[in-house]
């Protein structure tokens, strides 16, 4: 059975092509420490030692969507919602460009209160700080695309969440499987760089479809892939689904290291939710494939709010001396942090 591992991952390491069969054979294979010294090794081969950092801006915890699994769904009466005036998002972004933070990712709920004007407002005046700049916040038409392109932004995150079409309608009622599609083909044909993504442990997803999920970031192909764990949130109506989280992070990091074999020169975060499952899981990832951390950098007060499962790391230093003691914890296992925008090297050479 190893021998049989070694050899698919060999070829693998050399062609970057796996099929879907041969996929399912890895994840099925119980042991992964052979799979996150081959994805580490390839990570190291495409794009280098550099960590990237990404600041983090979660400026509305509103969502007129209903997904089961996350703590934002509007039925969640639970959660105190907030929204960051245009003025405090921009603050939080200077801040973390101070701090030396050269991208800014915003993200948000689906929250339709922040008008297309609005938005364009904020990503130019983040732009003028003279950083790269990810938006991250849902389903959005192909001409409010084309406005926040125009405006400045350099990148765009939305998850296919799963390419099981009936498993994702299932989870998130009134949202179309094709429009997400369609989402991130529009994304794709502005000039984006595009992140996509999967959750790992999703009620009766099997190890078939999350070797389909990667070939669909493959195909596609991606720029970033985000691979996170599912984490039960016991405000939603999947809080008894696997409530500890059993086996979700080895999951996650064997198709973590899976996306990184198949597509070497894209960007790969460590994932917040890997850290949230298990201390020291981000750093877990950046062992096995993964180039990119996206730390926090908005107020303290809005993080703890901004709740899609409970665990969330909310570290307390200030994020200049966060991203000081990263420096030294990378510095350990031979790594330093990205300097520049830090594009996907996938994304540059166009592919
Ligand atoms: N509203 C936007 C962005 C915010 S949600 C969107 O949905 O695209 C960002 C991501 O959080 C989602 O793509 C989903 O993959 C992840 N997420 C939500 N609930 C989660 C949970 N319970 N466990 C792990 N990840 C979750
Ligand atoms: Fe809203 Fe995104 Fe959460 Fe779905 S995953 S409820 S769209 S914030």
Redesign the pocket.
């Known amino acids: 059975m190893e021998s049989e591992i070694k050899k698919l991952l060999a070829k693998a390491k050399k062609e970057h092509i796996l099929t879907q069969g041969e996929l399912t054979q890895i994840l099925a294979y119980p042991s992964g420490s052979l799979l996150y010294a081959a994805a580490d090794e390839i990570r190291r081969q495409f794009v280098g030692d550099e960590v990237h950092l990404r600041g983090l801006i979660e400026f509305s915890n509103y969502?007129k969507?209903n997904?089961l699994?996350?703590?934002?769904r509007r039925e969640n009466k639970k959660i105190a919602r907030y929204r960051m005036e245009v003025d405090e998002i921009l603050a939080a972004a200077a801040r973390a460009k101070e701090a030396g933070y050269e991208t800014i990712v915003l993200?948000?709920?689906?929250d339709d209160s922040y008008s297309t004007e609005k938005i364009v407002a904020i990503i130019k005046g983040i732009k003028a700080l003279g950083v790269a700049l990810t938006l991250?916040?849902?389903e959005k038409s192909y001409d409010e695309y084309e406005a926040y392109r125009q405006a400045g932004a350099n990148r765009y995150l939305?998850?296919i969440?799963t390419t099981d079409k009936k498993l994702y309608e299932d989870l998130d009622p009134c949202m179309s499987w094709a429009n997400r599609l369609k989402c991130l083909e529009d994304l794709k044909v502005l000039g984006y760089e595009v992140g996509s993504?999967v959750?790992v442990g999703l009620p009766s997803q099997t190890l078939e479809s999350l070797a389909r999920d990667i070939l669909f970031l493959k195909n596609f192909p991606v720029h970033m892939a985000g691979i996170?764990?599912?984490?039960?949130?016991p405000d939603?109506p999947l809080a008894a689904y696997n409530k500890e989280g059993k086996n979700n992070l080895e999951l996650a990091l064997k198709v973590m290291t899976l996306t990184r074999l198949l597509m070497p020169s894209i960007n790969i975060p460590a994932t917040t939710?890997m850290e949230a499952l298990s201390p020291g899981g981000r750093f877990r990832a950046l062992q096995a494939g993964a180039n990119v951390i996206m730390p926090n950098v908005s107020d303290e007060n809005y993080r703890r709010l901004y709740k899609?499962?409970p665990g969330k790391p909310l570290p307390l230093e200030d994020i200049k001396t966060y991203r000081a003691n990263l420096e030294i914890k990378l510095k350990k296992i031979g790594r330093s942090i990205g300097l520049g925008h830090g594009a996907s090297k996938a994304f540059l050479s166009g592919n």
């Open positions: 969502c969507q997904c699994y996350c703590g934002l993200q948000s709920g689906e991250s916040l849902g939305l998850r969440e993504g959750l996170g764990p599912f984490i039960a949130n939603t939710a899609l499962y």
